[in-house]
């Protein structure tokens, strides 16, 4: 299992060509995930995201409801990430 962690901060112009794009690199695998940790972004980034994960269950969401910094998000979503290889 291959997990993709992606804090993501007013992101939304870029958040659809990115899983587009790492969607497709990870063809060949046959599991992975994508944890996209939302860190309190005011902009439209987690329903976009929300949008995606509706369609794709191997994309997860972690709302923050304010800013906490990258690396609080990269620490909280480690607690989701049993497997072989993180990507961060």
């Given at each position: 299992?291959i997990y993709?962690?992606?804090?993501v901060?007013n992101?939304?112009?870029?958040?659809e060509?990115?899983?587009?794009?790492?969607?497709n690199?990870?063809q060949e695998?046959?599991?992975?995930?994508?944890?996209?940790?939302?860190d309190?972004?005011?902009?439209?980034?987690?329903?976009?995201?929300?949008?995606?994960a509706?369609?794709?269950?191997?994309?997860?969401?972690i709302?923050f409801?304010r800013?906490?910094?990258k690396a609080?998000a990269l620490?909280?979503v480690?607690n989701y990430?049993?497997?072989?290889?993180v990507i961060?």
């Amino acid at each position: 299992m291959i997990y993709i962690l992606l804090p993501v901060f007013n992101e939304e112009g870029s958040l659809e060509k990115f899983y587009r794009e790492i969607s497709n690199t990870l063809q060949e695998f046959s599991k992975w995930e994508i944890i996209f940790i939302d860190d309190g972004s005011d902009d439209d980034s987690n329903k976009i995201i929300s949008t995606i994960a509706d369609y794709d269950e191997r994309i997860m969401l972690i709302q923050f409801f304010r800013n906490f910094g990258k690396a609080d998000a990269l620490s909280e979503v480690f607690n989701y990430a049993r497997c072989d290889i993180v990507i961060t």
